[in-house]
């Protein structure tokens, strides 16, 4: 019988654990935490988001999408919603995000576990992978507890983000042992550090906007949905599928901004649109003042430091701003740019950015091309996806590959 450990029990491992379990395979998940699937229990707001009908690579990124573009297949993405179904999962689908429709991250927790349990995986919890070492074709764990032989190594132990969960970096440090090359892992699905005088005036502001992101003045990427507006800059879900992208931009003496409008649920692209909107606004809504016809379209704190950063008093009516002036309002209102000076901690984003270089992985198994009866999934490559459940996406196809490679299953 052959031996077989996982390291780390989060979302990839999980997965790779109960496809790798035959009678021919002894299977132990070691995991530090009290129970497996920590991360898990935090995703989608304690909704889990776990998985979206719209898996390709355009919503990832990673310095080999030609290779990612092999894992994640129209036949692995099949198995993935049949092993779910097989769970007992039924998804909620809403605009192509799945959650389970009990609405509880804990439903996709506890079914993974239990199908550990009943394929008789063996759960080692509360127990600290310290390294790993291969002689003679053996493969060696130390824990804090003890030192165990193995055949084959799944190394799932996730990247640096959110280390609170687990997952702290170990793994890349021992996959860098093996042989493999590093992407930088960076902060993704993360805040904005940004660098203006208001941060604290805007401080709790939440409003509809389009976020674009400047890579050296060049437009490269772009959002639209809820922005929360922080003494440090700015959040919110559009915010956080730029942050990978800046993180690596900042990582390599890029210059980030981003560009902020206001009023793109307006359909208010530029300055012209807006003084023309306001022109019509002023004849209907008559006997306001500036900051008074601005009511009603704009959350009023930001009215009223937009209008001071433009040196436009609140009290001053409309007919009697310069046309310059109105300009200069709207770009503030459509086409405010800001310097992004970095990104909130690994601890507080949901992925890191980089990793295990992929093109050192077999794709079609997720074995390692440096060591033999290595294999390494999950977060812990080079690869990290846009919000909307295409990072646990590749958890589970990853770890998918790597578990049926294992269990020898050709046919699956
Ligand atoms: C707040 C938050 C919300 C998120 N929401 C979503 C979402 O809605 N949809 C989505 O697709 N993705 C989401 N993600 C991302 C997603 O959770 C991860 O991409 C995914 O869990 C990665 O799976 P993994 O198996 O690679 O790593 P993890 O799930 O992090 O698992 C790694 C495991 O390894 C264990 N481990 C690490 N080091 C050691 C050690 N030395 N010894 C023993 N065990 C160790 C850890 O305890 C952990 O259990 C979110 C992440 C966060 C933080």
């Known amino acids: 019988m052959a031996r077989i450990i996982i390291l780390g029990g989060g979302a990839s491992g999980m997965v790779a654990a109960i496809k790798a379990r035959t009678e ?3 299977v132990i998940i070691i995991d530090k935490n009290n129970n497996l699937g920590k991360k898990i229990l935090m995703t989608g707001n304690g909704k889990c988001n776990y998985w979206n009908r719209d898996i390709n690579v355009s919503h990832y990124n990673s310095d080999n999408l030609d290779i990612l573009e092999k894992i994640i297949t129209e036949k692995n993405k099949l198995k993935i919603e049949e092993f779910f179904d097989r769970l007992g999962i039924t998804p909620r689908i809403k605009d192509n995000y799945y959650y ?6 804990t439903s996709i927790q506890t079914a993974l576990i239990l199908e550990c349990e009943l394929r008789g995986v063996k759960i080692f919890n509360n127990e600290e992978v310290i390294n790993v070492k291969k002689k003679n074709n053996i493969f060696e764990v130390i824990t804090n507890k003890r030192n165990i032989e193995c055949d084959k190594v799944v190394l799932a132990m996730g990247s640096k983000a959110c280390s609170k969960t687990g997952s702290d970096g170990l793994g890349y440090k021992i996959a860098n042992s093996f042989g493999h090359t590093l992407i930088e892992p960076l902060p993704a699905l993360v805040q904005l550090k940004l660098k203006a005088s ?5 401080q709790g502001i939440r409003c509809d906007a389009k976020v ?4 050296n003045n060049k437009l490269v990427k772009e959002d639209i949905g809820e922005v929360q507006l922080t003494d440090y800059g700015i959040s919110g879900i559009c915010v956080y599928q730029l942050s990978g992208r800046v993180s690596r ?3 390599k003496n890029k210059k980030e901004d981003i560009e902020i409008n206001f009023l793109n649920s307006l359909e208010i692209s530029d300055e012209e649109e807006f003084v023309k909107l306001m022109d019509e606004r002023n004849k209907i809504v008559v006997g306001r003042n500036v900051s008074q016809l601005l009511d009603g379209i704009l959350n009023y704190k930001l009215i009223n430091l937009i209008l001071k950063n433009t040196w436009i008093s609140r009290d001053d009516s409309w ?6 002036k109105k300009l200069e309002l709207g770009r503030n209102l459509t086409k405010l740019r800001l310097n992004i000076i970095g990104t909130n901690s690994y601890d507080m984003a949901q992925v890191c950015s980089g990793g295990v270089k992929l093109d050192e992985i077999n794709p079609l198994t997720m074995e390692s091309l440096k060591t033999s009866g290595l294999y390494i999934v999950g977060e812990l490559l080079d690869v990290d996806g846009e919000c909307g459940g295409f990072n646990l996406g590749f958890a589970w196809i990853s770890g998918y ?7 020898g299953d050709n046919n699956d």
Request: glycine share 6%; charged share 20%.
């Open 24 to 26: 021919d395979n002894e």
């Open 100 to 105: 389970p429709s009990s609405n509880q991250a």
């Open 401 to 407: 590959l790597a578990g049926k490679s294992i269990s």
């Open 212 to 215: 674009s992101l400047y890579e």
């Open 249 to 251: 931009g900042i990582y």
């Open 198 to 202: 208001f941060l604290k005036e805007w």
């Open 319 to 324: 007919d009697n701003i310069s046309m310059v």
